[in-house]
């Protein structure tokens, strides 16, 4: 039988990492989205430069969030302490 451990906290807490990661890709959109309607929000004179850095930052924190497992839901944090719980057998 698998007996779950969350630290003496009745739910389990989202993972800093999850939000960390969840911000940083917010911030990315953001950004590319001001920056594809002229806005500049990096502020670089060089239009090609700001373009090619905010999609490039776009694209390394979206690969990143994708990559990583983001558990929002009370159901899928519980999930991965069974994982790891599983893991460690």
């Known amino acids: 039988m698998l007996k779950l451990k969350f630290d003496g906290n009745p ?5 800093s990492g999850t939000i960390a990661r969840t911000v ?8 590319q989205v001001l920056t ?3 806005h500049s ?3 670089i004179s060089d ?12 694209i390394v924190s979206a ?13 899928a944090i519980k999930a ?3 994982m790891r719980e599983d893991k460690t057998r």
């Open 80 to 82: 991965d302490a069974l």
């Open 63 to 75: 690969i990143i969030a994708w990559w990583k497992n983001n558990s929002f839901t009370q159901s």
């Open 47 to 58: 239009e090609n430069v700001n373009t090619l850095i905010s999609t490039g930052f776009t």
């Open 11 to 15: 739910k389990p807490q989202i993972a």
């Open 41 to 43: 929000v990096i502020n």
């Open 24 to 31: 940083i890709l917010i911030l990315a959109l953001v950004n």
């Open 36 to 38: 594809a309607t002229g």
